[in-house]
C-alpha cells in the first residue's frame, strides 16, 4: 500500500517547516507537485526550493498540470468536480511510479485548514495510507507578524470565507473573524466603524505586505496594494483578521 504524506509546509518560509516535516521530504520515495501555468510558476518554484533546501539527494519529483474550475456550474458542483479532475492526475502519476511507496504533497498553510487535499486524497482508488505532517498556518503567520494574540481575552475566533462574509455579513455573535480564501475583499461590504483591520499578504516570503488599522482608514490601501501585488506576481495569498472595536491587545 502506498503511503501519502500531506505535508504543511508554512507560508513559503523553509524557516516555517518542522523537523518532522523536513524529515518526511527527505524520505519521500516520490513528490508529487502541482504547475498552475507560468503566471504562478513562483509557486512551484518555492517548492523546489524547499525540496532542494531540505535534502542534497532530493527525491523524484512527478509534475501535473493544475486543471481550471468550470466557471458555469454552481459553486459546490464547480469545486466538486474540480477535486474529481485533480484526483485523476494524481491517479497517473501514482500509476507511472506504481514503485514508489512514500509519495509526498507538499500543501501550503496546514492540510487542515480551508485546504482541499484530504478531501481530494479520499477520492483515490485504491485509497492509499493517509498521514498529515501538520504545519505552520497563515493564521498563525498573520498574528505572529502583527505580533497581536488571534482571540480577545477569553474570546471565540470565526474563521470564515470571503464569500460568507460578502454573502451573509458579519458572523451572528462573532467578536474575531479571520477572513481566507478572499479573492475580492469582501470587508467592503461591512459598516467599517467601530472595525479594525489586521492584513497581509505573502505571509513569511521575502514579498511580505502588513497593512492594520481602523478599516474606515486603511481598507482601501489594502485594496490598492493588493492589486498591485496581484499585478506584479501574477497571484496572492493573503488572509486577514477583522476584530470590532478594539487595538488587538484586550
Known sequence: MTDLLLI????????????EARRAIAEADLIL???????????ADLRRQIIAEVTDCP??????????????????QRVEAWHDMIADRWTTCLAEYAEARRVALLVWGDPSLYDSTLRIAARLS???????????????????????????????????????????GWPKGAETI?????????????????????????????????????????????IDRRAAARAAHGWIMDTYLLRRGTSGLD
Open 8 to 19: 504543511g509546509i508554512g507560508t513559503g518560509n523553509p524557516d516555517h517547516l518542522t523537523t
Open 59 to 76: 527525491p523524484p519529483i512527478a509534475t501535473f498540470e493544475m486543471p481550471e474550475r468550470d466557471p458555469e456550474l454552481p459553486y459546490l
Open 178 to 222: 479571520v477572513v481566507m480564501l478572499d479573492g475580492g475583499c469582501a470587508f467592503q461590504t461591512l459598516d467599517p466603524s467601530d472595525l479594525w483591520i489586521w492584513w497581509g499578504a505573502y505571509l513569511g516570503m521575502e514579498e511580505q505586505i502588513l497593512c492594520a488599522g481602523p478599516l474606515a482608514e486603511v481598507g482601501e490601501d489594502i
Open 126 to 168: 485504491p485509497r492509499p495510507k493517509i498521514r498529515v505532517i501538520p504545519g505552520i498556518t497563515s493564521l498563525q503567520a498573520l498574528t505572529a507578524a502583527h505580533v497581536i494574540p488571534l482571540n480577545t481575552l477569553g474570546g471565540p475566533v470565526t474563521v470564515t470565507t470571503g464569500r460568507r462574509l460578502r454573502d451573509q
Open 33 to 43: 507537485l502541482p504547475e498552475k501555468g507560468a503566471g504562478k510558476s513562483d509557486l
